[in-house]
C-alpha cells in the first residue's frame, strides 16, 4: 500500500518535474554566468526549491547583501507558504509524525499544494515524498544543467542569454497583465517603485535588498487595497 502511494506521488509529480526543468536551467544559467560555483548553486537549488525566493537571494548574494536583507527578502516572498501549509494540515492523514510533517513543510511549493489539494483522499507520508521527491530532483538537475552548459559556452554566447532570461521573465508577466487589471496594476507600481528606488535621492541610498522588501511589502499592500479578492474568486480558490 505504501510503495503503491509513494509510485502515485511519483506521477503526479511528474509534471511539475518537467516544467521546473526550464525554470531551474534559467536560474542555473544566471548563477553560473554571475560567478557562483556550480556546487554552491546547485546546493542553493537542493536546499530551496522556490524559483522566486532563490533568484531574489541569489542576486543579494552577488550584490553583497547581508544576512539579514537576504533573510527578510527571502522571507517576505516566500510568506505565502505560510497559508498554503496551514490549508494542507487539514488533509494530512492523522498518523502522520511529527518528524514527517517537517519533511513535507520543505517540499511545499505553489504546484506541489495545488496538485495534493486536488488529491481525492487525505495525504499520506509516502504519497507526499513521492510528489516532493519528483520536483526536487528536476529542479536540482536543471539548475545543474544550466549551470554545466554557461560553463562551457563561449562568454559571447552566455552574455546573450542573459538578456534571454529577462525577456522569459517578461513573457511569463505580459499574458496575465493584460487579462487583469489587478496584475497590470501591480506590474506598473513595482516598475516605478523600482524607477524610483534606483534613481531619486534619499530612496536610492538604501541597499538594493531593503529596496525589494520595502518595495513588496508597499506594492502588495496597495494592490491587496485596491484589488480585494470577491467572493467568486475565493470560491474557486
Not at 35 to 46: A, D, E
Not at 82 to 110: A, P, V
Not at 127 to 147: D, E, H, K, R
Request: neutral net charge; charged residues 10%; aromatic residues 12%.
Amino acid at each position: 500500500m505504501k510503495r503503491q502511494e509513494f509510485a502515485e506521488g511519483i506521477r503526479d509529480g511528474v509534471p511539475i518535474c518537467l516544467g521546473y526543468l526550464s525554470v531551474s536551467f534559467a536560474y542555473g544559467m544566471m548563477a553560473v554566468n554571475s560567478g557562483m560555483p556550480i556546487w554552491s548553486t546547485v546546493l542553493i537549488s537542493l536546499s530551496n526549491l522556490t524559483s522566486a525566493g532563490q533568484f531574489a537571494g541569489t542576486n543579494l548574494i552577488l550584490a553583497g547583501g547581508t544576512y539579514l536583507e537576504i533573510a527578510m527578502t527571502t522571507f517576505i516572498i516566500n510568506i505565502r507558504y505560510f497559508l498554503m501549509s496551514l490549508t494542507m494540515s487539514q488533509k494530512i492523514d492523522s498518523s502522520m509524525t511529527m518528524l514527517q510533517r517537517f519533511g513535507i513543510s520543505f517540499g511545499i511549493t505553489d504546484e506541489i499544494f495545488a496538485v495534493s489539494m486536488q488529491h481525492p483522499r487525505d495525504l499520506t507520508a509516502p504519497y507526499m515524498a513521492g510528489l516532493i521527491l519528483t520536483p526536487v530532483i528536476g529542479w536540482t538537475m536543471g539548475t545543474f544543467f544550466g549551470g554545466i552548459l554557461t560553463s562551457l559556452m563561449p562568454k559571447m554566447f552566455s552574455n546573450a542569454l542573459n538578456i534571454a532570461l529577462y525577456g522569459m521573465f517578461i513573457a511569463i508577466i505580459v499574458p496575465p497583465a493584460r487579462e487583469q487589471k489587478a496584475v497590470l496594476f501591480t506590474v506598473v507600481l513595482a516598475i516605478v517603485m523600482s524607477v524610483a528606488f534606483t534613481y531619486l535621492p534619499v530612496l536610492s541610498l538604501l541597499s538594493g535588498g531593503w529596496g525589494i522588501i520595502i518595495i513588496t511589502v508597499i506594492v502588495s499592500a496597495i494592490a491587496a487595497w485596491f484589488f480585494p479578492a470577491d467572493d467568486k474568486q475565493e470560491e474557486r480558490c
